[in-house]
């Protein structure tokens, strides 16, 4: 391995655990596009989904006061049923339209509410809103193992402190990737040269997921909230650029 891709793999590993840290999503968004030019695509996502989990444990840990059972299961219920129905139609979507979709819907979300005054602030809970942003977060989570900006969207839209909304995209994240984890386990995807990128990012992620929690606990429930949108609309913005450079 040469200094240019363990060099490579340190980057992404560091940006893709300073977003997990701070807004508990985001590692494949911002490790990917480092990781893609150091080795094979099904690489990337297979260490992808394992330093998300790895950098999830850690942010876990830090709002582990804030997890609330029953707003879980109003998620996670739908999210099962998602991700069944994303594992039967695997092979019948066309992945690569379905990325651009849901960067146009982030673009669009996070550009709407990014340069507004007032941001979403609803104050009673609607279950049907619930079930279809959990169902829409397994479902992609499956496809695409983007399932918790899905979920982060639904709950910008609720006035709640900033430990709420990431004690909700936490543990479902944890739980869809895991799922998703065991289904790569099944096909043989976790082959020896994964684990040794694994051993090199692993330092780099702890670092940046560090970064990102100490970040997290220093801003206010407002700012946290504002944060949110300019990294669904950031997000939006990487995950187009990626998709459509790819294909020039």
Not at 76 to 92: K, Q, R, T, W
Not at 95 to 110: Q, R
Not at 138 to 149: A, Q
Not at 222 to 241: D, K, T
Request: proline share 3%.
């Amino acid at each position: 391995m040469g200094v240019d891709v363990f060099l490579l793999i340190a980057a992404g590993a560091l940006a893709g655990g300073f977003a997990n840290g701070l807004a508990g999503f985001g590692t494949g968004l911002f490790a990917l596009g480092w990781w893609l030019a150091a080795m094979p695509p099904i690489d990337a996502v297979v260490t992808v989904v394992i330093m998300s989990l790895i950098g999830g444990l850690q942010g876990l840990y830090a709002v582990r006061n804030a997890i609330e059972f029953r707003s879980q299961v109003r998620f996670l219920v739908p999210a099962s049923n998602g991700i069944l129905v994303g594992y039967l139609c695997l092979e019948l979507i066309n992945i690569i339209l379905l990325k651009l979709l849901v960067a146009g819907f982030l673009i669009m979300f996070g550009g709407f509410f990014a340069f507004r005054k007032k941001l979403p602030n609803l104050k009673k809970r609607y279950l049907g809103v619930d079930v279809f942003v959990g169902f829409i977060g397994g479902l992609s989570g499956m496809l695409t193992g983007m399932s918790g900006v899905i979920l982060t969207i639904g709950s910008s839209f609720y006035a709640w402190t900033k430990a709420q909304r990431r004690a909700l995209v936490q543990p479902f994240n944890m739980i869809v990737l895991g799922t998703v984890l065991i289904l790569m386990v099944g096909r043989g995807l976790l082959t020896p040269h994964i684990w040794l990128t694994v051993l090199i990012a692993l330092p780099f992620s702890i670092i940046g997921t560090q970064s990102g929690i100490f970040a997290f606990r220093r801003l206010s429930d407002h700012h946290f909230q504002r944060l949110l949108i300019w990294l669904i609309f950031l997000s939006g913005l990487v995950l187009a650029g990626r998709e459509i450079s790819a294909r020039l």
